[in-house]
């Protein structure tokens, strides 16, 4: 069992560019979500997804987009990278409500430079 | 005011001690409460979390909540220098369906 992979794990973009980080789960699990960590700020939640066909902003979502692509995948878009973008991102998924937690994957190390 | 806050540490404790974390939390709405640890350079991992008032112990792991202080513990007995780590404290509010971490506590097992 992968639980939740992302990918890339590391990725340098410069000022302007854009990307997709990919996020898979395979424990059939309705809610998935996107943080970034900064440290000293610990994690912030960019955007979540609920359940399928559904997505919804967090505490920092802007210059972010995603895309629930099907129940396993939820993609997060930097259209235009900015240095301020610089971080670790967090994919992680639960069962609705949270009850017993998220599981993170193992996270993208981004540099905006 | 944050939502979640804990003492961003290091704290220290000798090899075989009882290690204390705090977190307190602003949310009275708040239902649940989750510890989760974090190596450096890893991803958070799930250790705990704890619905009702009073203690709930798992291994050498014990999480204690007060919601009436707005408050939420985590002791770690027999302390072992792979326990160090980043500790997050997480809370879930009342009104709303996600996650709110404290930046997070870290613990240093010396020797």
Redesign the interface.
């Known amino acids: 069992n992968a639980g939740v992979t992302q990918t890339p794990k590391f990725q340098v973009l410069k000022t302007g560019q854009s990307m997709t980080l990919q996020c898979a789960q395979d424990m059939n699990h309705n809610?998935m979500?996107w943080?970034r960590q900064d440290p000293?700020?610990?994690?912030?939640?960019i955007y979540?997804s609920?359940s399928e066909g559904t997505t919804d902003k967090?505490e920092v979502p802007n210059g972010y987009n995603v895309s629930r692509l099907n129940k396993r995948e939820f993609s997060l878009r930097l259209e235009s990278a900015a240095p301020s973008q610089t971080s670790v991102y967090?994919c992680a998924s639960s069962e609705?409500?949270?009850?017993?937690?998220?599981?993170?994957?193992?996270?993208t190390q981004l540099s905006v430079l | 005011q944050k939502e979640v806050e804990q003492n961003s540490g290091p704290l220290s404790v000798p090899e075989g001690a009882i290690a204390s974390l705090n977190c307190t939390y602003s949310d009275r709405g708040s239902q649940s409460f989750f510890w989760y640890r974090q190596y450096s350079g890893k991803s958070p991992e799930l250790i705990m979390f704890i619905y009702s008032n009073g203690d709930k112990e798992d291994g050498r792991f014990t999480a204690q909540l007060n919601k009436a202080s707005q408050y939420v513990s985590l002791l770690i007995r027999d302390s072992q220098p792979s326990d160090s780590a980043t500790y997050l404290c997480a809370v879930l509010s009342g009104g709303y369906n996600k996650l709110i971490f404290g930046a997070g506590t870290r613990l240093a097992v010396h020797p």
């Open positions: 809610s979500y943080y000293g700020m610990g994690l912030r939640l979540y609920a967090g967090f609705p409500r949270q009850l017993e937690g998220l599981f993170f994957g193992s996270g």
